[in-house]
């Protein structure tokens, strides 16, 4: 017998979205759900929208307030539901069909006070798990864990990716924060060190919405605002202090510590350049005393780039954090960085600093043509690249050597860029031929520039979303098909192409024409 789950959806001016949305809960696989949809006072048509959906399917449920917040209207949501279970889906987010029902048999298998899957970035270009979840190797398995058994969980911190039962959270007070930016943050904190039991499913359970010109500096500059940064510090040291109050599993805490550091540093200083200059003084303060306040050892498991940003901030180079901020967010007027070569060089106050490390390549495929292999067309960019430079694209194999694949004749942006070589159109003719002297397997698809391997990391071949995810093509002694990944990179698999391949790909082609 299924149980009701209550999808709590709160809108705000996402006409855009709305349809999207509500289409992707009308197609879930599961059920027995309702929707409590709450209008927070949007200005726009999306009402009239919500409306439409309600009208055609009683599962839909309209409620209207005046403008109250994300954190009110999701907490007003909790109270409305009449599900066991209760999901937040944003408005301009969507769900993949089988979403709800594997974390209710996730969570109703382990008798669970949550299930929780992955989330996925979905953008014009590309689709990509958030990097919090690869980077600490989250929801892999299916299974059920607790916060003691696997702390790192509290790396993520998102609400929307999460099945919770309701009972759950209003037996512990679970609701959202009020009136503040990151209201989400205290909440799935407490939530997970309460839990007894959290079910894990393996599955993309969210599509989080890449918002068009969201990168852009005039909407990062909005959100880099000082009272942003305060709130984001606010909802972390309140957390801070209900471990110590909790006296909370020591593993627990700092794991929280480190995801502090990873959250202030990574998404707030590393933007420092976007903060008002009337602000500058009073944010860098209030940021380097909460830092100040983790314990240094955590430092000590920050990734390398986080990392360079707490030395400065340690050390009060403040005018080397602001040229290292304009170098990471693209703000600079003029070239910051020198290439020497086929190496980068950050002139600071005191001193230089070698950055090749910091300045991955990214490789976007946008047209794929298949001839005796494929030609990829895209843009190869080369963050800071002044001059020309060597490198070359080639193919790893998951359990054979490298194929080395060349580097194409490249086309430069125009001279007026702050860095005229760093972003360059190219064409790489790939031939299946190449591979007829390797082992049959999964080859990745990598572009890197030539020196030392410890400083220039290679950067993964991408694809656009918009174009095809397969392309096969054979010799008469290989077959090999160019194929999008999970997390939206370029591979490719190789086999033998033998008389029983040939008689199958036959088939698969006919069909197709049919």
């Known amino acids: 017998m299924s149980v009701l789950v209550s999808i709590v959806i709160p809108v705000y001016n996402a006409a855009p979205f709305l349809d999207e949305c509500l289409q992707s809960v009308e197609k879930q696989t599961y059920p027995d759900w309702e929707a409590v949809i709450i209008n927070d006072g949007s200005t726009d048509h999306s009402e009239e929208i919500v409306k439409r959906y309600a009208a055609a399917e009683p599962r839909f449920t309209l409620y209207t307030q005046e403008n109250k917040g994300l954190g009110f209207t999701r907490n007003r949501g909790i109270a409305l539901s009449k599900g066991k279970y209760v999901f937040f889906l944003d408005s301009d987010d969507t769900i993949p069909e089988k979403a709800i029902k594997s974390l209710v048999e996730a969570a109703e298998m382990h008798e669970a006070d949550y299930a929780v899957g992955k989330t996925l970035r979905i953008s014009g270009e590309r689709d990509y798990l958030t990097k919090r979840q690869v980077d600490f190797h989250l929801y892999k398995e299916k299974g059920v864990s607790s916060i003691r058994e696997t702390p790192e969980m509290l790396q993520d911190s998102i609400a929307c990716n999460k099945l919770w039962k309701k009972e759950f959270l209003t037996e512990h007070q679970l609701y959202f924060t009020e009136g503040k930016y990151y209201e989400d943050l205290h909440m799935t904190m407490r939530g997970a060190l309460l839990a007894g039991k959290i079910a894990v499913t393996p599955e993309v359970v969210y599509h989080w919405r890449v918002r068009e010109n969201e990168d852009k500096p005039s909407i990062t500059q909005q959100q880099m605002r000082l009272q942003n940064t305060r709130d984001r510090l606010s909802q972390l040291q309140l957390n801070r202090e209900w471990l110590l109050e909790t006296q909370a599993d020591p593993k627990a805490a700092a794991e929280h510590d480190l995801k502090s550091l990873l959250d202030v540093l990574g998404l707030h200083v590393l933007k420092y350049a976007l903060v008002a200059p009337e602000e500058r003084e009073v944010w860098l303060k209030e940021v380097t005393d909460f830092i100040a306040g983790i314990p240094g050892e955590t430092a000590r498991r920050l990734p390398y780039r986080e990392k360079r940003f707490y030395d400065l901030l340690m050390k009060r180079a403040d005018e080397d954090l602001l040229l290292f901020s304009r170098m990471y967010t693209g703000t600079e007027t003029e070239p910051i960085v020198s290439q020497k070569g ?24 946008r047209e794929v043509r298949e001839s005796r292999g494929w030609i990829l067309k895209g843009q190869l960019t080369v963050p800071k690249a002044s001059g020309e430079f060597k490198g070359s694209f080639y193919a790893e194999g998951r359990k054979t050597g490298v ?20 972003s360059q159109e190219f064409e790489l003719n790939i031939n299946l031929r190449a591979f007829e002297t390797c082992d049959p397997g999964i080859y990745d698809l990598y572009f890197r520039l030539e020196g030392d391997k410890a400083q220039h990391r290679p950067g993964r071949v991408r694809i656009s979303t918009r174009i095809k995810p397969k392309y096969p093509a054979e010799t008469k002694n290989l077959y090999g098909i160019l194929y999008k990944t999970k997390h939206g990179n370029l591979s490719l698999r190789i086999t033998k192409n033998t008389i029983k391949t040939k008689i199958k790909n036959t088939i698969k082609k006919i069909i197709g024409r049919s």
């Open 403 to 422: 194929i080395p694949l060349g580097l194409p004749p490249l086309r430069a942006a125009e001279s007026e860029a702050v860095y005229p070589f760093e």
């Open 342 to 365: 086929q190496n980068f060089i950050l002139k600071g106050t005191a001193g230089e600093y070698e950055v090749t490390r910091d300045l991955k390549p990214e490789i976007m495929v």
